[in-house]
């Protein structure tokens, strides 16, 4: 039977109120596999960053639940929800969000240092070779290019072995050969240690890595792709799906 990692149910979102009010998300169910890939696009404002937010316990939504792992985020302290985003979820942002004055290592080991634990060297190395940097360990975020920060930015999220990755445009601010050899790696982690990964884009050819891909329009699920994708499939399916009149 086929676990699900991530459940989310009815959820509801909503920024501001009174006629500032925005309804992000408008009653989204779904949920993501163990061991697979998903990646989730819509036109702007279509409520991509808020589900992966909602999803990964960093906003709570007005109505529905979250279940990662099996644990129902809504019935968490605070404390016990930052505990489990640090162990149990890795994030990758589109900024790569390092720290400039710690190494590639230093990076790599900090969620488990915040949590009070000293990694094995061992551990801290073989995560960078995991990600192709073993020879990098000792550069500064400047000293990298972008695709190596991001590759960090990676090991980092694997460091506490989480039970999914959410990635929010990770590939946003990298030129197109970079970009493939992050959604290769993210791809691998999948394919070779049964990662679950969950991936906001706005590229098809990004999406096509994926297993599945979630199309999300006015804050609801439009649609669902799978198969065999492609950029030019991916691209055709968005623009007929998103001319579709709303009901
Ligand atoms: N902090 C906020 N305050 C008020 N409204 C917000 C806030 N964050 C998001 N929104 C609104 O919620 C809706 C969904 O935003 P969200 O960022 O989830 O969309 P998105 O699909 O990720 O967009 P994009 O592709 O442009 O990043 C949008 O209408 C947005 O303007």
């Given at each position: 039977?086929?676990t699900?990692?991530?459940?989310?149910?009815g959820l509801?979102?909503?920024?501001?109120?009174?006629d500032?009010r925005?309804t992000?998300l408008?009653g989204?169910?779904t949920?993501?596999?163990g061991?697979?890939?998903t990646?989730?696009m819509?036109?702007?404002?279509?409520?991509k960053?808020t589900?992966?937010?909602?999803a990964?316990?960093?906003?709570r939504p007005?109505?529905g639940?979250?279940t990662?792992?099996g644990?129902q985020?809504d019935?968490l302290?605070e404390?016990?929800?930052?505990?489990?985003?640090?162990?149990?979820i890795?994030f990758?942002?589109?900024s790569f969000?390092?720290?400039s004055?710690?190494?590639?290592?230093?990076?790599?080991e900090l969620?488990?240092?915040?949590?009070?634990?000293r990694?094995p060297a061992?551990d801290?190395?073989?995560?960078?070779?995991?990600?192709?940097l073993?020879?990098?360990?000792?550069?500064r975020?400047?000293?990298?290019?972008g695709?190596e920060q991001?590759r960090?930015a990676?090991a980092r999220?694997?460091?506490?072995?989480p039970a999914?990755?959410?990635?929010?445009e990770?590939?946003g601010?990298l030129d197109s050969?970079?970009s493939h050899?992050v959604l290769?790696?993210?791809r691998?982690?999948?394919d070779?240690?049964?990662?679950t990964?969950?991936?906001?884009?706005?590229d098809?050819?990004?999406?096509a890595y994926?297993?599945?891909?979630?199309?999300?329009a006015d804050g609801r699920v439009?649609?669902e792709?799978t198969?065999?994708?492609?950029?030019s499939?991916?691209?055709?399916?968005?623009a007929?799906t998103?001319?579709?009149?709303?009901?």
């Amino acid at each position: 039977m086929t676990t699900q990692t991530v459940m989310l149910t009815g959820l509801r979102a909503v920024y501001g109120s009174g006629d500032r009010r925005v309804t992000a998300l408008d009653g989204v169910t779904t949920s993501f596999a163990g061991g697979t890939f998903t990646a989730v696009m819509g036109p702007s404002g279509s409520g991509k960053s808020t589900l992966l937010h909602c999803a990964a316990g960093l906003d709570r939504p007005v109505e529905g639940t979250v279940t990662v792992d099996g644990i129902q985020l809504d019935r968490l302290s605070e404390d016990d929800l930052t505990r489990l985003r640090r162990d149990r979820i890795g994030f990758v942002f589109q900024s790569f969000n390092l720290i400039s004055s710690l190494t590639a290592a230093q990076n790599v080991e900090l969620p488990l240092r915040l949590a009070g634990r000293r990694p094995p060297a061992r551990d801290v190395a073989a995560a960078l070779a995991a990600v192709g940097l073993a020879d990098r360990a000792g550069h500064r975020p400047a000293e990298l290019s972008g695709g190596e920060q991001q590759r960090v930015a990676v090991a980092r999220a694997l460091i506490t072995r989480p039970a999914v990755v959410f990635a929010d445009e990770p590939t946003g601010a990298l030129d197109s050969s970079t970009s493939h050899q992050v959604l290769r790696l993210l791809r691998e982690l999948v394919d070779e240690h049964g990662q679950t990964v969950v991936m906001v884009t706005h590229d098809p050819a990004a999406a096509a890595y994926a297993d599945r891909i979630l199309l999300l329009a006015d804050g609801r699920v439009a649609d669902e792709l799978t198969g065999s994708l492609t950029a030019s499939s991916v691209a055709a399916r968005i623009a007929a799906t998103t001319a579709q009149p709303s009901c």
